[in-house]
């Protein structure tokens, strides 16, 4: 168990709808990363927020957004949702910011979008 | 951005087999981490290895960071050492890019 939580494990969602995916990162981690993992693109990078601002952006799309909340809780948003947004989505938390960091991973949530 | 390659690809293994696993990466890193991906899905922490050797159990890791590679060696493998190896190293200061994996089977 590495201390990430995400809920839920699974969803399975129609085209059109919109979902809210869920975070909580280590205790004492300040930084969470959102990456996505399907099976034609692997594991990419989607943002990453450090104690409530958000850092960096990656491969992200304008209908999916993300926040990181006081309590450093984060949510990702995907909206107008397609069948190729069915993927695995991965939560990371590290303590810090920077490419010393290591991230730990949540179970992910698994998407289904019929 | 920074390429990661894996390799081979795929790894049928008899159980109680060894077997080493590789990773390149294009550029000088300060940070490299291998995950082990079971088959429900869940990406597990099996090192942090910026350079040198460490071991856990039946499992080791080296990085030779001045020749861009690391290792992973899985001695003795067991049925629940299937699935799939992901090497991952930091790109642009944030994210972790990741190779593409290599997918472990071990047969009983």
């Known amino acids: 168990d590495s201390g990430v939580t995400q809920t839920p494990k699974h969803l399975i969602t129609a085209t059109g709808q919109r979902v809210t995916l869920r975070c909580s990162p280590r205790s004492g981690d300040l930084s969470v990363y959102w990456y996505q993992q399907s099976l034609d693109q692997g594991l990419q990078f989607l943002i990453q927020?450090?104690?409530?601002?958000?850092?960096a952006k990656g491969n992200i799309l304008e209908r999916f957004s993300a926040q990181q909340f006081p309590d450093l809780h984060s949510e990702l948003n995907l909206s107008s949702l397609e069948l190729g947004d069915s993927a695995l989505y991965f939560c990371?938390?590290?303590?810090?910011?920077?490419?010393?960091?290591?991230?730990?991973f949540g179970p992910g949530t698994r998407l289904t979008v019929l | 951005g920074i390429q990661v390659e894996q390799s081979p690809p795929d790894l049928i293994l008899q159980e109680g087999a060894n077997s080493t696993l590789r990773c390149n990466f294009s550029?000088?890193?300060?940070?490299l981490q291998w995950f082990h991906q079971n088959p429900w899905g869940q990406l597990i922490n099996l090192f942090y290895i910026p350079s040198g050797t460490k071991q856990n159990g039946r499992l080791s890791a080296t990085t030779v960071a001045t020749e861009r590679y690391s290792l992973l060696y899985i001695s003795s493998s067991q049925t629940t050492d299937s699935g799939v190896y992901f090497c991952a190293v930091p790109s642009n200061d944030y994210k972790l890019s990741f190779g593409a994996g290599t997918t472990v089977t071990v047969r009983a």
């Open positions: 550029d000088s890193v300060n940070n």
């Open positions: 927020y450090y104690n409530g601002e958000e850092r």
């Open positions: 990371a938390s590290s303590q810090g910011t920077g490419s010393y960091n290591e991230q730990f």
